[in-house]
């Protein structure tokens, strides 16, 4: 699966990555460059992030699923131990 941004979203990671570089690099990057480096990191590193995100629903979706029971649950063959619902002697 191919890892892609919105076009509004591409653009802010590029500014971002813009501004990452002149604030903590020694010197500037160029928009064609930040955009590159861009396309490498959601190439080679997004699926891995990808691949944790989705593993860490997974494992929230199971552990809710086990919870239906409980929060669902009905306790059967209750008619009998309700008040006031006493055999009759004959």
């Known amino acids: ?12 990671a590029v500014t971002s ?3 990452y570089f002149a604030e903590r690099m020694d010197e500037p990057i ?3 460059t930040a955009a590159a480096l ?5 190439e080679e590193v997004g ?3 990808y691949n944790r ?3 860490d629903v997974q ?3 199971q ?4 919870e239906v029971d409980i929060e669902v649950h009905e306790e059967e063959f209750r008619y009998w131990r309700k008040p006031g619902r006493e055999r009759k002697s004959r």
């Not at 861009?38 to 959601?42: K, R, V």
């Not at 552990?63 to 086990?66: D, F, K, L, T, Y």
């Open 1 to 12: 699966m191919t890892i892609t941004l919105s076009r509004e979203g591409q653009k802010e």
């Open 17 to 19: 990555i813009e501004r």
């Open 30 to 32: 160029g928009n064609v």
């Open 38 to 42: 861009l396309a490498f990191f959601l």
């Open 47 to 49: 699926p891995s992030i």
């Open 53 to 55: 995100a989705v593993a």
């Open 59 to 61: 494992e929230r979706l």
């Open 63 to 66: 552990a809710r699923v086990m």
